[in-house]
């Protein structure tokens, strides 16, 4: 029986892993829950699960929350996450809240040595030095989550990292991707929200939209596989049926199929290196779908992805501030208060008034990361 703790619980990935953990009660159960302030949505789910911590993001939150239950310890804010994640009967932590607040309780969970399911890709992007070189030093695995690094992880099970000769990653293309960039002035937060092919949150929904989802997938890959950015590569597959695939050396290709449901990868990183049933999730009908499609990627009508594959080969700070930025600009974004073009230049901005500091700390990454939102704000007054 594996001991879950769940950051991120009422999210579309945190709700889709209790899905999972709800099918197998012989296999894991659910220690610790965490969310923000939706306590409409969390309270049936710790009625339901019954977790002995309880993580939610302010004082008020827990005094709401006090007063609705009677069982298990109520924890606040980062000190809250780290708590939970660290806790002793914990094996594996689910990071699956929203944006580099994940951070800190990734790296305390992998120095406690809990296997790290990570979903939150924010936190890759931001300090992937730091993640790796920690997971590294205490031999602890860290199982993507992410439909392509799933995807990436699975064709490359078994196989020598020396003989890989690229990964190939898939993007559906988002909401707008057969709009030409001068149909994308006035777009709205609504047709931004529609995505073809995957149910998500507004954060992620937005970034498929704008390509930054691909860019900072590509950040993640390069930190998860150690592979060079030379080798990673992105290829519009509108079907999203191939979730990802690795070229070897000798020309050879595995790829990873499945129906787009985040339940296969979510499930496959707590079983691995086993398999169970999933048969809420529907299978494959490649005799339905018939035809796949691949097109390349245009780095001019996805500027994001140009951006994140410039901060990425820069490294250091970089990667920290094109998350920030982008962070900031989507929220300004949902909240109405910039278009959807203006993401990128708001983005764009706060890459060329950065001056990249080599090998930042954490402090440094979480300094940094504070310091670009203001910056992302100050530019829009
Ligand atoms: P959602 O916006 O749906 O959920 C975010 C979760 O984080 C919610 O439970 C939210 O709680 C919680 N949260 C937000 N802020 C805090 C905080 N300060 N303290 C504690 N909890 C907080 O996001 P998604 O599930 O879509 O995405 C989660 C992560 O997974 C992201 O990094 C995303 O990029 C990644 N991902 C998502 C995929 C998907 O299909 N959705 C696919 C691949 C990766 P509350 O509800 O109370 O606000
Ligand atoms: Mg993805």
Redesign the pocket.
């Known amino acids: 029986m594996k001991q879950v703790a769940l ?10 892993t209790l899905d999972v953990i709800r099918l197998h009660p012989e296999e894991f159960s659910l220690y610790a829950l ?6 409409e ?2 309270l049936p789910l710790i009625k339901e699960f019954k977790p002995e911590v309880i ?3 302010d004082e008020p ?1 827990k005094e709401r929350l006090q007063s609705e239950i009677h069982h298990g310890q109520i924890l606040i ?2 000190e809250g ?1 780290i708590e939970a994640s660290v806790a002793d009967p914990v094996d594996v932590v689910v ?5 580099s ?2 951070l800190p309780a990734t790296l305390k969970a992998i120095q406690a040595k809990k296997l790290i399911a990570i ?5 890759l992007v931001t300090a992937g030095h730091l993640v790796m070189q920690e997971a590294k030093k205490h031999n602890v695995e860290l199982l993507p ?3 392509e690094h799933s995807a990436i992880y699975q064709s490359l099970n078994g196989e020598n990292k020396k003989d890989i000769h690229k990964l190939i990653i898939t993007a559906s293309g988002g909401s707008f991707r057969d709009k030409k960039r001068e149909e994308l002035v006035g777009v709205t937060v609504k047709d931004a929200l529609n995505h073809p092919n ?8 937005i ?1 498929s939209a704008s390509m930054m ?1 691909k860019g ?1 997938e590509v950040i993640e890959a390069h930190w998860l596989f150690d592979v060079p950015y030379d080798q990673i590569h992105v290829i519009l597959h509108r079907e999203s049926v191939i979730h990802s695939m690795v070229e070897y050396v000798d020309r050879s290709v595995m790829a990873q199929l499945g129906t787009p449901d ?1 339940k296969v ?1 979510i499930q496959y990183a707590l079983t691995y290196p086993n398999r169970l049933d999933l048969p809420i999730t529907k299978q494959l009908d490649l005799e339905e779908i018939a035809t796949l499609h691949f097109e390349k990627m245009d780095m001019e009508r996805f500027p994001c992805l140009r951006m994140a594959y410039e901060a990425g080969r820069t490294g250091g700070s970089m990667p920290a501030v094109l998350n920030a930025a982008n962070e900031e600009a989507v929220q300004l974004f949902l909240e109405e208060k910039i278009s959807f073009l203006e993401i990128e230049q708001l983005i764009e901005r706060a890459l060329e008034s950065h001056e990249r500091i080599h090998n930042p700390d954490l402090s440094t990454i979480l300094s940094i990361d504070e310091e670009t939102r203001k910056r992302v704000r100050f530019h829009l007054n």
């Open positions: 950051l991120g619980a009422t999210g579309s990935i945190g709700i889709q965490a969310f923000g302030r939706n306590l949505k969390a993580v939610v993001q939150t804010g980062g996450l990071n699956a809240v929203m944006g607040i994940g979903a939150n890709k924010e936190t989550v992410d439909s995957w149910s998500m949150g507004a954060k992620i929904t970034d989802n900072l985040m990868p």
